[in-house]
């Protein structure tokens, strides 16, 4: 995780979450690792926006399931319907994995603070990796059919790993997806690609998602384009309100507490950092 040091709380006025026992219109395998839950809340598909999570757990499981921190992937509020992408990693998520459609969950939100997408924007670049890029999706979302333009990295393991693809071309969106099993997704490679691409007319935001190389790199380039960037972190969370204070983003200062993922983000800015390569 980028140092303490370096995030900024946005600051802003918090969401007002609620808490509901929402049914499950599909839930189904992306990849072998990745499903997408969708589910009906129009309290939560009006509220939320950019960046901002849910608490999501099984209802009515046996045994007991914490709720897990998931961002909101998608939304449409004229339907009232919620997406959320996940990886099934643990029991937890192996859990959620068996709901199907017309059983519930238990879902609280929208939470956190979003991304803050400035007015003098006119161009919004995002860079992610695997499940972190479902942070992001729904600010190419807001954008569709403004004049911001919308461009994505995509990177993942493979091709399989690669999430968002769908919802950024619907968008609009300009994608670049880069794979390890390519060998195209070397920070030093797509930093390269995207000199090429933007030093003549830069972007003026840049978010990032999902990997802490990639977050450096989104500094890096804040700092060449003299544009603004934010980061969502991710983090373990058991309430994802403030309460139990167990997702600080580092040690703090020995006075004051670290910032809470869950209440002060998880979207924060973060400090240029300068440019290796000229």
Known sequence: MIAPAELNVLGGELPTPVSERAPVLTNRALSDRYRVLRLRSETIAHRARAGQFAMVAPDARPGTVLPRPMAIYARDAERGVVEIVYGVVGDGTRSL???????????????GHGFTITDEARHVLLIGRGVGTCAMTSVAQDLAGTSVRVSAVLSGRDRTAVLGEDVLRRCGAELLLVTDAEGTSRVSAVRERLHRAFDDDPPQLVLTSGSERLTRLAAQ???????????????????????????????GDGIREAPLVCRDGPVFGIGADPDPRP
């Open 97 to 111: 994995a068996a709901v199907v459609a017309g059983e519930h969950v238990v879902v609280t939100g929208p939470l």
């Open 221 to 251: 380039l804040a700092a060449r384009w003299r544009a603004d960037a934010q980061v969502s972190i991710e983090a373990h969370m058991a309430c994802g309100l403030g309460y139990c204070h167990g997702c600080a983003a580092g040690d």
